[in-house]
């Protein structure tokens, strides 16, 4: 028996689509992204006490002993319900989730945006989740290698006299604040990138804005860092800076090859039976009789 296939609606040539087809394509791609986002978070949850735990709590560990209340024997957190512990590894693995799943559900983003896209741009979408993934996982690592230098900053703040007892709930939000703004903010100047591509934001604009930016990144950086310490704040704003000129580096040759294929283009939508135009600027004499002479020495 012949097998039954679903088959395909017919494709739009011109990517025209019906409010109600937007809402269903809008729906899919939600349930989809919600899917690999619980997928992501039963992983997270299960890796809660099988390495991920101790990986959050190293730079507090690494600090010295006579900082925390236990001294150099032991280093616990302190919950203080009775479900702290359950939903405290909800969280965390809530958080995992959404990490792992992220270059699923940027996919399912990227495809939502696609249809509206011209089919040049189309090819963009495994580099903007490639990239995405990417520069997210460099500002979580930077984030976790300045986590010590910050942590100790602000404890030994409060003098030698004094040490701290930290509560699991506190110190695993805070460090995946921190991990989760730097990763956020390294995001940023793909979104430049990806708004020059589509046509939204052109190089011009991102060049006047050069200053403006680098002095918006300084103060996105302050408020954002958890630490609110100069040694962090440096370390989230400078790499965006550098992520930022090289976004505008990047529009500029978009812009570029953008203007040549549109010069080479500029005459295709003109009917056939349209004249073409003349050049009016004077030619000299040299390059006039050239043509003449040459014909000239052929007939001889």
């Not at 619980?38 to 190293?58: K, N, P, Q």
Request: glycine share 6%; proline share 6%.
């Amino acid at each position: 028996m012949p097998r039954l296939r679903r088959r395909r609606p017919p494709r739009d040539p011109e990517a025209t689509m019906s409010l109600v087809a937007h809402l269903t394509e809008l729906r899919n791609r939600v349930a989809k992204a919600l899917l690999a986002l619980a997928l992501g978070t039963v992983v997270g949850f299960l890796w809660y006490d099988r390495g991920l735990l101790s990986f959050l709590t190293e730079p507090y560990c690494a600090l010295p002993g006579d900082l925390r209340f236990q001294g150099d024997a032991s280093c616990q957190l302190v919950v203080l319900d009775v479900f702290g512990g359950v939903l405290l590894r909800l969280k965390i693995g809530l958080i995992a989730g959404a990490v792992l799943s992220a270059p699923f559900w940027l996919y399912q983003l990227w495809a939502f945006i696609t249809p509206g896209l011209k089919r040049n741009e189309r090819r963009y979408t495994v580099a903007f989740v490639a990239a995405s993934s990417t520069l997210f996982a460099l500002g979580a690592v930077l984030a976790y290698i300045t986590l010590y230098k910050g942590l100790e900053i602000l404890l030994t703040l409060a003098g030698d006299e004094v040490a701290f007892q930290l509560t699991a709930p506190d110190y695993l939000g805070f460090v995946t604040s921190l991990l989760v703004a730097f990763g956020l903010s390294f995001e940023l100047p793909l979104i430049a990138v990806a708004l020059n591509l589509v046509g939204l934001l052109s190089y011009a604009a991102l060049a006047r804005s050069r200053r403006w930016i680098y002095f918006l990144t300084i103060v996105f950086a302050a408020f954002v860092t958890p630490t609110q310490d100069p040694f962090t704040m440096l370390a989230m704003a400078l790499p965006m800076a550098v992520l930022f000129e090289l976004a505008i580096q990047i529009a500029r040759v978009v812009d570029r090859r953008r203007a040549r294929r549109d010069a080479a283009q500029h005459f295709h939508g003109l009917p056939d039976d349209a004249a073409s135009p003349l050049d009016a600027r004077p030619s000299s004499l040299d390059d006039a009789a050239a043509p003449a002479d040459s014909g000239a020495s052929s007939h001889r």
